[in-house]
């Protein structure tokens, strides 16, 4: 029998995502090809899908919703309502709590 360590934090539970090894809990959706590094979190009602990294100590929380060709590093906080499309690199930001769009690639609507 297989004994599970559950992990808590911020009172929701939370798992290793199976690419990168990063928390994200069960209250995010974070598609498979989402790369979340070992150190990085995914909370709240965070929306990730796409060919989207999240790694170092950065995190996405809120009810985020990060798409595309985008990369969240370093010490980035990207929270609240923003939406992130084809954004390139994100990083070393203290933190991003929005409640607009912002969307980097030209073909983006």
């Known amino acids: 029998m297989t004994n599970k360590k559950e992990t808590i934090i911020g ?3 939370c798992h290793r995502h199976s690419n990168g090894g990063g ?3 069960e209250t995010a959706t974070v598609e498979a090809t ?23 100590s950065a995190q996405v929380f809120g009810n985020a919703v990060i798409t595309g060709c985008t990369n969240v590093l370093g010490s980035a906080n990207l929270g609240g309502d923003i939406k992130v499309h084809d954004a390139g690199d994100i990083h070393d930001v203290s ?11 030209e073909m983006c609507e």
Do not use: E, L, Q
């Open 95 to 105: 933190d991003i709590h929005a409640k607009y769009d912002t969307c980097y690639h």
């Open 34 to 56: 989402v790369y979340v590094g070992y150190n990085a979190r995914v909370h709240g009602n965070a929306v990730i899908r796409g060919h989207v990294t999240v790694k170092n």
């Open 11 to 13: 009172g929701v539970k």
């Open 23 to 25: 928390f994200v809990a």
